[in-house]
């Protein structure tokens, strides 16, 4: 039997477990998916003789690339990883997988967004795969941060001029994510409107309060289950390449 996980901290919100046993059994595969909460991206070495391959989530999708004895071009571009492949000698490999699942959910609004102009709040892994994809579609992005520094703009600089000029809204931040389900990032949501389109990485809840604010402003909404199960379809065609 093959084992596969997922490793991150926190992983009380993943699905991933759940999302694989449910293929398995479904598909009458012979695997194992389990979740690895490492406290220190350190801890991914115990997993090298486990495990056939991994999905990386918050917080070690950058932290992870040290580690790997190759990576793609398109995670290298991204500059995060989210697959992991570890061959036989207990070598791992890297991949991004979230491109595709962003590519997905998005490409229905191809049309109206080119040429538009994006805000992503967060900077980390998923903020990175997000900002590659919006470029690919011809869509500019500034990335929002806490940290003065870490991105283009900080959540004080987003004021009715800076909401009234861009088209989409993406969230890459954990904020909102179950167990917190009332949180929401910190923009001025009273300047939302029926031009704009919200989409948020986070899948669980299914409707954010992110969401949900968004869309009491009349705005489209689009939430991240999809992205979800595309990258583990894509992670699993990986592992069995």
Known sequence: MKHFGLIGSPLGHSASADYFGAKFASEGICAEYSLYEIADIADVESLRGTLAGMNVTIPYKKAIIPYLASISEEAKAV???????????????GYNTDVEGIR?????????LRGEQALVLGSGGA????????????????TVSRTIGRGDLTYEQLDESKISSVRLIVNTTPVGMFPAVTDSPNIPYQYLSSRHLLFDVVYNPRETEFLRRGAKQGALVVGGYEMFCRQAEASWRIWND
């Open 127 to 142: 903020s990175a795969a997000v900002a590659y994809v919006l470029r690919e579609m011809g869509v500019q992005s500034q």
């Open 104 to 112: 997905a959910t998005l490409s229905p609004y191809a049309e109206q």
């Open 79 to 93: 500059g995060a990883v989210n697959c992991v492949r570890i061959d036989s000698a207990g070598r791992m490999h």
